[in-house]
């Protein structure tokens, strides 16, 4: 199968790359040294053979359950993102103070000796390791990496995406293994090992706690910085092949429920029969219906229902919206309801007040569910932002279209289901909003600047998770991005962190487009230079919202620069 074999050679070259560098000597130490018995000499006790195994198999279970569930899992309970990775840190911590002293150890064994098993002293199979070593053990974000981060992050979870997840971690488990059964043979077989394993127990205590350590201060991936990513090119070939593309297009859970979608076709010219609406579910809050009460497709049979999914930040919804603003006013009447199903791309778009800031800025009135844990998103298998499915008044599914554009055939398909549902009513003219959507190629794709999604920088150098000094390239291709200065790469943006010389930090963006947004937050004043138009300040403050940087009368490409003070974060650039 495509997507497992794509998801062993990613994770296989990940385990290669610089990427797991930070965990080789703990992996290599521990794996050859044992827990102490109570009142035994430790090199009386012979070594669990199945201890690397029973390590690596910790460490693939926490890292492909973090990686994959960990950012809904947090999401519902309002824990934040980084709980699980500071938790691993302090377990990690905690270990290798046990390795260190014996008597510690034995202390936080005792809550576990009345228990019907084998205390955790006397031959600790290592396990419990593993999974603390999982929850902090992020490598590079590779193509594979990054596709599963994104799909755990809007809610893509299905069986192919587990697959790949598992194969990944698996792939990656391989050198791991490697090295923590070279640690285990060294420790076993060598004479003077067996004769010095307590010395072996300290050393592999003190790596632990380096790299808790390491870990609470991103010395990792400042480490990361330094080497260069010999598996870079061979990453980006796998990601390009024809079966590295299928495999990483994922899409939503497939469900009897859902399982006839597969039958609209995307952007089709006629009406399809898709089978009935899947249900509207999961959803936090309900805006602009009466007292907040949710809507029930089934009640609404009769009247031909327009879904569209969208995010108030995302560019390609905001040019969609007007569309879908028009044919409420223009239609609403004449028995179309919409509904707006509000599915968040980033953290701060789950906030109440934020969405309801933007209904009021599109001049949105109809309904608007808030699908923060993309429950609706998940059980129409959407992957696209926007997103309209069009539902006769019978509750079938009989048209979708996903993206920008098609609102020609759309409202044609939209007003062919409400003569149907009402032949005797005289639908008013077809509505007249101009459509923005730019030609395919013709402007910078939208551009990430978080660890998760980054794309299209421009270097020198790699761009990864943690703080770091960034310099601009002496050349710079079109649509990309660089960095200068000192920053901190977080997971959804990147903001300016103290330098030694205080100078403000700066983006530098090789653009194509007349519109160029930047979705922004925190306080304080950015500068914006054009090259060949003027320079402007624009004032940051508050939650993360779409800032207009390249207006109307300036250059439709060329080079900005963007000076970004400490206290604002920059967490994308869209273009239109």
Request: glycine share 12%; hydrophobic share 40%.
């Amino acid at each position: 199968m495509d997507i497992v074999l794509i998801g062993l050679l990613g994770g296989l070259i990940t385990g290669i790359s610089p990427c797991i560098l930070p965990v080789l000597p703990v992996i290599f130490l521990t794996a050859g040294a044992k827990p102490a018995a109570p009142g035994q000499a430790p090199e009386v006790i012979p070594a669990k053979r199945s201890r690397p195994f029973w390590i690596i198999a910790g460490l693939v279970l926490s890292f492909s359950v973090v990686t994959l569930l960990g950012s809904l899992l947090l999401g519902l309970l309002n824990i934040p993102q980084s709980a699980i990775r500071w938790a691993g840190v302090a377990v990690l911590l905690i270990i290798g103070v046990g390795m260190l002293f014996p008597g510690f150890e034995q202390l936080l064994e005792k809550p576990f000796q009345r228990l019907p098993r084998r205390k955790v002293g006397e031959g600790g199979n290592g396990f419990g390791m593993g999974l603390a070593l999982g929850t902090v053990f992020v490598p590079c974000a590779g193509p594979v990496l990054a596709a599963i981060i994104v799909a755990g992050a809007t809610g893509q979870i299905g069986i192919e995406t587990v697959l790949l997840t598992v194969s990944f971690a698996l792939g990656v488990a391989v050198p791991l293994l490697v090295f923590a059964l070279a640690g285990s043979k060294v420790a076993q077989r060598i004479r003077g090992f067996r004769k010095r394993e307590r010395v072996l127990r300290i050393v592999g205590g003190v790596a632990l706690i380096a790299l808790a350590v390491g870990l609470a201060f991103n010395v990792p991936q400042a480490l990361q910085r330094l080497l260069p990513d010999y598996t870079a090119g061979i990453q980006k070939d796998l990601a390009e092949s024809e079966a590295g593309q299928s495999a990483l297009n994922l899409g939503g859970l497939v469900t009897d429920e859902n399982r006839d979608l597969d039958k609209c076709a995307n952007d089709a010219e006629e009406l399809a029969s898709c089978g009935k609406a899947p249900s509207i579910k999961g959803i936090e809050t309900w805006l602009n219906t009466p007292g907040g009460e949710a809507i029930d497709l089934d009640e609404l049979k009769g009247q031909v229902v327009l879904i569209d999914f969208w995010a108030y930040s995302c560019i390609n919804c905001q040019r969609s919206i007007p569309h879908v603003v028009a044919w409420d006013e223009t239609y609403g009447d004449q028995g179309l309801q919409v509904i707006g199903v509000h599915s968040p791309e980033y953290a701060f778009e789950k906030e109440q007040a934020n969405v309801e800031a933007g209904i009021e800025d599109f001049g949105i009135e109809y309904p608007v569910a808030m699908d923060n844990n993309l429950s609706t998103w998940t059980n129409y298998r959407n992957r696209y932002w926007p997103a309209h499915y069009l539902i006769d008044a019978e509750g079938t599914v009989r048209h979708i279209s996903f993206g920008e554009g098609n609102y020609e055939t759309t409202e044609k398909l939209m007003r062919e289901l409400l003569e149907d549902a009402n032949p005797d009513e005289q639908l008013p003219e077809e509505t007249n909003v101009s459509d923005a959507t730019p030609e395919l190629g013709s402007t910078t794709p939208e551009t990430f600047l978080g660890s998760s999604k980054d794309r299209n920088f421009a270097g020198p150098g790699e761009y990864r998770a943690g703080e770091g000094e960034y310099e601009f390239p002496e050349e710079q291709q079109q649509d990309t991005f660089a960095l200068d200065g000192r920053w901190a790469v977080e997971t959804q943006y990147v903001t300016p962190t103290s330098g030694a010389d205080g100078a403000d930090a700066k983006i530098r963006l090789d653009y194509r487009g007349q519109e160029v947004r930047a979705v922004v937050a925190g306080s304080g004043t950015i500068e914006v230079a054009i090259e060949g138009g003027e320079t402007r300040s624009i004032e940051i403050d508050g939650t993360p919202r779409s800032y207009r940087l390249v207006e109307a009368d300036d250059p439709a490409e060329g080079v900005l620069e963007v000076t970004v003070p400490e206290g604002v974060q920059v967490y994308s650039f869209t273009f239109g």
